[in-house]
């Protein structure tokens, strides 16, 4: 079966100036790394591309065509002399005032493919940066690659590594007479957390690994806080690992390594290897019993727990004054050792190991 690219054009190809119209040269500029990220899907991958783009009152005195083609050309001239066509360009030209079906996010430009049953529409994709594209892609029924226009180049990159070498997304349910968890994460998100465990402490320290992680996390945690927190903490650890050993899939292309960072007067590093063998330096000490509702004991048995399910070398140094700023401290710089680790090079995708195995 067949799949698309939903490309959406102003925002996500080339900038969109303030008054939202392209409509003179001086005004086009290409998104930084969209050209290459869009030559190499094209070269690398079967996917077919469709441009979906609205463009608000063209063909009326506010926005002649006569002033949107030659941009509109060059743009695609510019596009092909790397490499990239298009294999259907579909332009919108209605007012959000006129509730067009065939305005973004309705779908009446696309009914074509999501009615065509050799289409898999499940397994593709829109490219774009409003919310508008990505309740386009709800409507479809796609996934969804969001560029961010204040980190274009990375966004590019993050959408190509997923169109290329698929989606990392991972879902545990760990379910035992103790504690009741589910963990979902998306390696490649955008640092969306929903994290309820029933202790506020461990919610805002696991909060700290989606969003500096660049994580997208859920976890749902119902323990048996009645008898204490051991329970809720280890297997949140353990459940969380899990989910990152199945999200990373067969590892081809990860940076594997990854860091550390000051907090105020803490420096904390957290330095790790997802190369498959899991082992815990830890070197950080606490002198309070607890720090919120979470017992500072915890804190080595929830980067043990973790370490084990992940499979991964984990080292940890942490020194200064203030308790709360230590471990979060810790926790952050975690985070940013999984950004790094987990990063993936479509231009270079292969194992990171001579062994051939991780």
Not at 121 to 139: E, M
Not at 154 to 168: F, I, K, P
Not at 298 to 307: A, G, I, P, R, V
Not at 331 to 346: E, G, Q, S, W, Y
């Amino acid at each position: 079966m067949k799949k698309i690219l939903f490309i959406d054009r102003d925002g996500t190809i080339i900038r969109e100036p303030q008054d939202e119209q392209i409509d003179a040269f001086e005004k086009l500029q290409f998104v930084p790394r969209a050209i290459s990220s869009l030559s190499f899907l094209r070269q690398h991958t079967d996917y077919e591309f469709v441009m979906v783009s609205n463009q608000d009152g063209l063909g009326t005195p506010a926005f002649p065509e006569d002033t949107f083609w030659p941009v509109q050309n060059f743009i695609l001239d510019t596009l092909k002399g790397e490499g990239v066509t298009f294999d259907d360009i579909l332009i919108d030209p209605h007012f959000p005032e006129d509730n067009a079906p065939t305005r973004k996010p309705n779908v009446g430009l696309v009914r074509k493919y999501m009615e065509n049953p050799d289409y898999d529409i499940a397994n593709s994709y829109v490219i774009g940066d409003r919310d508008t594209d990505r309740l386009f892609a709800q409507n479809i029924g796609c996934g969804f690659l969001h560029i961010n226009n204040e980190e274009a180049a990375a966004s590019w990159q993050r959408a190509t590594a997923v169109a290329y070498g698929g989606q990392r997304t991972a879902e545990i349910r760990r379910t035992t007479k103790e504690t009741d968890i589910l963990v979902r994460l998306d390696l490649d998100g955008n640092g969306h957390c929903d994290i309820q465990t029933g202790l506020g402490f461990f919610d805002h320290m696991l909060e700290q690994i989606g969003k500096h992680g660049m994580i997208d996390l859920t976890i749902r945690c119902q323990g048996d806080l009645h008898v204490d927190e051991h329970h809720t903490i280890e297997d949140t650890a353990l459940a969380l690992g899990e989910c990152l050993l199945h999200a990373l899939g067969d590892k081809r292309g990860i940076e594997r390594y990854g860091y550390s960072l000051p907090m105020d007067d803490c420096l904390c590093s957290v330095c790790l290897d997802f190369g498959g063998r899991p082992w815990l330096v830890w070197d950080a000490a606490f002198h309070r019993e607890r720090i919120g509702e979470m017992p500072t004991e915890m804190f080595l048995h929830f980067f043990k727990s973790l370490s084990d399910a992940a499979k991964m070398n984990l080292n940890i140094h942490a020194e200064g004054q203030n308790e709360h700023h230590k471990i979060e401290g810790i926790f952050k710089a975690l985070a940013r050792a999984l950004k790094m680790a987990v990063r993936r090079d479509v231009y270079h995708y292969e194992l990171p190991s001579t062994k051939g195995l991780l």
